[in-house]
């Protein structure tokens, strides 16, 4: 773990791995909602890092933060989501043979897998999820499409990512669903938020599966 002091009132802390980041990320949330972490502004979670932006005295929060040992985050903490989805993505096939499995088999890895928002970006409601993990990792578009639908499941490297509305991008598309990722009515506006777990649901039977299929939910999500 390393410290930055970024700017006039705001401290970087750098991590390893994106895991370590959802670690610090949630230990800071509790410990602002206890009332045991120093006044800060916001509090933002990257790939591996997480910025404390708005610190009053950052020098002895520094010190605060290197005696601090921060748990593992627990698999089953944050809320759950499940989301439908229909997978019959355009480059379905493509993940496939990256996978070098049938295109069934890309829906029922990715729907088996619970996955977490590690961070938000790119567009409002767009957010970072990880569980595939490397192993199952793809590139982006050589060329990205200059219109992506909205509510498009899509990867990119290790992340799974759902399109809040149509917009250019380079990711690999899977699948579709029809939540509403941003709701300017709606508290909070993003419906995924870092630490929030996710599961997907295929909208049609997978082949192989003895499981009925979910029926679709409300435009929110439904939280499990």
Known sequence: MKLRPVGFDSLLVDLDTPEE???????????????????????VPGEKTVLLYGVHDADALQAELRRWSVPTLAADSGPLLEIPVHYRGAD???????????EDEVARIHSSIEHRVAFC????????????GEKYAVPRQAAPRTSVPVGSVALAGPYTGI???????????????H???WDMEREPEALLTPGTRVRFVPQEPVS?????????????GRIA
């Open 208 to 220: 192989g599966s003895t499981d009925t299929p979910a029926q679709p939910t409300k435009a929110e």
């Open 163 to 177: 399109y809040p509305r149509s917009s250019p991008g380079g990711w690999q598309l899977i699948g579709t669903t």
């Open 21 to 43: 980041a959802q670690a610090w990320h949630a230990e800071l949330l509790s410990r602002r909602i206890a009332g045991t972490l120093p006044p800060v502004r916001e509090i």
């Open 92 to 102: 379905l096939r493509a993940v496939a043979e990256l996978w070098g499995v049938t």
């Open 121 to 132: 970006g790119f567009s409002p409601g767009f957010a970072y999820m990880i569980g595939l």
């Open 179 to 181: 939540v509403r990722l």
